[in-house]
């Protein structure tokens, strides 16, 4: 008895299965898989020239891609530049680059401190007098850099607050 209902089982399986390959979305991966594998639809060298061209088009990709995108080269340009004269060099070579504004904002700052505000105590005249120039140069900078600066508020702030520094 159990070895019929085993048996009867087995023919309404073997019935399912049958009436899922009838199915036409089935059959139609069915026949194109097959058609593979016999090589009717594609050829094994049609297969590799599609892949090799794939890659190559890949590699192609990646380099014309990875040659725009100069950012690590340019911040670390921007790093070594420590001079004013070097910072406002490397602010000409990049003014499409955000390090460009960076630069010349730490030129400014150069300027307006260490170069302009420092120097203000010597009692040299010469010195005393470049130092006024650099102030007001930096002030100049500062005031064009804090529309620059437009979308980032603080670097603004820092703009207009060290352009009133030098203003006093």
């Known amino acids: 008895m159990n070895a019929e209902k085993h048996q009867i089982e087995k023919i309404k399986a073997f019935e399912h299965q049958e009436k899922l ?22 050829t094994t060298r049609v297969v ?3 892949l090799a061209t ?8 990646y380099t014309v ?4 995108s ?14 004013e004269k070097a910072l406002r060099d490397f ?3 990049n003014k499409k680059s955000p390090a ?3 630069a010349r904002l730490q030129a400014a700052r150069i300027l307006l401190g260490p170069e302009g505000l420092d120097r203000l105590a010597t009692k040299d005249k010469e010195q005393r007098g470049k130092a006024i120039a650099n ?20 670097l603004q702030a820092l703009c207009w607050q060290s352009a009133g520094e030098a203003e006093l």
């Not at 891609?65 to 725009?68: D, E, Q, V």
Request: charged content about 30%; aromatic content about 10%.
């Open 70 to 83: 100069d950012t690590s080269r340019v911040w670390t340009e921007f790093d070594g530049a420590t001079s």
């Open 135 to 154: 102030i007001e140069e930096a002030r100049k900078q500062m005031t064009e850099l804090a529309g620059d600066f437009k979308d980032d508020l603080s």
């Open 48 to 50: 590799g020239i599609a």
């Open 21 to 42: 390959e009838k199915n036409a979305l089935y059959a139609w991966a069915e026949n194109l898989i097959e058609s593979i594998r016999s090589g009717r639809l594609f």
């Open 100 to 102: 460009s504004k960076a």
């Open 91 to 93: 602010a000409e070579q």
């Open 65 to 68: 891609r990875s040659g725009k």
């Open 54 to 61: 794939v890659l190559v088009a890949g590699i192609i990709y």
